[in-house]
C-alpha cells in the first residue's frame, strides 16, 4: 500500500526529532511528499494508499508514464442479490470481450487478491463471521483497498477491462441497508476507500428475492448456506430494493438487467448494456 496518514505522521515526529541537517532535510523531503499525497488523496476524496487509476504512483505529479484515458481499461462491476447468477455472467462477459481482443480481468469481492482472499474466508466462514454490520463494514471495505491496490488499479493501468463479481454496491446494500448501517457511515468508508475509482459500468442482476433464494439454495445443492443467505425472505427484499435504488440514484453508472429470464438472454442484455455504455468493440480499433 502506499503512503499512509500513520506513515506520514512518523514522517513528521522524526522530523522534529532529526539530529543533522542533512537528516533534517531528507525527512523534510519525504514529509513533503507525504503532505502532496494526502492532499491530493484526502483533498479529492480518495483513498488512502490508493493509486489513482491516472496517478504515476509516486505523487509528485510529474505525467510520467501517464496512461491515456483512451488507452486506460474500463472497470465492470455485476451486482445483485443471492442467486441472480452474476458468476456465470462475469465469466460469459469475460469470454465476450477477450473474442474481441481486449486483456480481461475477472475478479470478485470479497478477494481479487491474496490478501483480500484471507480476508474473505474470515468474513464469510472464520473468526469474523458473527462480526456487526459495521465490523464486517470495515472488513469488506479492507478488502477492498487491498483488491484495488493490487489488482484493479495495475490491471486497468495497463489497459486491461477488470470485470469484478461484486464491489462496493454490495456494502451498500448487505451492510447499508440490510445491515442497518447510517447511510453517512457507508458513504464515508466508500469515499475513503474507493474515492474516485468508482466502476465505469455497474449492472445490477435483479431478481424477485425468493426466485433468488431457491436458485442459490439449488447451486449449492446440500452444502451450508453462508450467513447472508441464512437470513429471511425479508433481508433479501431489502436487498433488492437497495440495489435498485441504488441504479436509481446512478443511472450514468448502473444498467438493470432482468436475471429471470434464460441465461443467453440475461447475457445478451450484459453485452447490449456494455456495448452501449462502453463501446468495447470501438476501444479495441482506437488501440490498433
Ligand atoms: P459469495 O459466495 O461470493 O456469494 P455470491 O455468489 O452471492 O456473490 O459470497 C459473498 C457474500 O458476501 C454475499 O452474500 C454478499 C456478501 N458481501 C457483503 O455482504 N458485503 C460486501 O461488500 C461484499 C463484497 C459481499
Not at 150 to 170: C, I, N, Q
Not at 171 to 178: L, V
Not at 220 to 233: C, H, K, N, S, V
Request: aromatic share 6%; hydrophobic share 45%.
Amino acid at each position: 500500500m502506499g503512503i499512509s496518514l500513520a506513515w506520514f505522521l512518523v514522517f513528521c515526529k522524526r522530523l522534529s526529532q532529526a539530529p543533522s541537517a542533512a537528516e533534517g532535510a531528507r525527512f523534510a523531503r519525504v514529509a513533503n511528499r507525504s503532505r502532496t499525497v494526502l492532499r491530493e488523496r484526502v483533498g479529492k476524496g480518495t483513498g488512502f494508499g490508493l493509486r489513482s487509476a491516472r496517478s504515476d504512483g509516486d505523487g509528485s505529479g510529474s505525467g510520467a508514464g501517464l496512461m491515456t484515458m483512451q488507452n486506460r481499461g474500463r472497470f465492470i462491476t455485476l451486482e445483485g442479490g443471492e442467486g441472480a447468477g452474476k458468476s456465470v455472467q462475469a465469466r460469459r462477459l469475460e469470454a465476450r470481450l477477450a473474442a474481441l481482443g481486449l486483456a480481461v480481468v475477472r475478479t470478485r469481492e470479497p478477494g481479487g487478491s491474496p490478501g483480500a482472499e484471507a480476508l474473505r474466508e474470515a468474513i464469510l466462514t472464520g473468526f469474523a463471521s458473527d462480526f456487526s454490520s459495521a465490523g464486517q463494514a470495515l472488513l469488506f471495505a479492507a478488502a477492498r483497498v487491498d483488491h484495488l491496490d493490487r489488482t484493479v488499479l495495475p490491471a486497468l493501468e495497463r489497459g486491461a477491462w477488470v470485470v469484478s463479481d461484486r464491489f462496493a454496491d454490495s456494502t451498500r446494500a448487505y451492510q447499508g441497508a440490510a445491515g442497518n448501517l447510517p447511510p453517512g457511515f457507508i458513504a464515508d468508508l466508500e469515499r475513503l476507500t474507493v474515492g474516485p475509482n468508482r466502476p465505469d459500468l455497474t449492472l445490477i442482476l435483479d431478481l424477485p428475492a425468493d426466485v433468488g433464494l431457491k436458485r442459490a439454495a439449488e447451486r449449492r445443492r446440500t452444502g451450508p448456506a453462508d450467513r447472508f443467505e441464512r437470513q429471511g425472505l425479508p433481508f433479501h427484499e431489502t436487498l433488492r430494493r437497495a440495489f435498485l435504488d441504488i441504479a436509481v440514484a446512478e443511472p450514468g453508472r448502473c444498467v438493470v438487467i432482468d436475471a429471470l429470464s434464460s441465461e443467453d438472454e440475461v447475457a445478451a442484455a450484459v453485452w447490449a448494456a456494455v456495448e452501449a455504455r462502453l463501446d468495447p468493440a470501438g476501444a479495441v480499433k482506437a488501440r490498433a
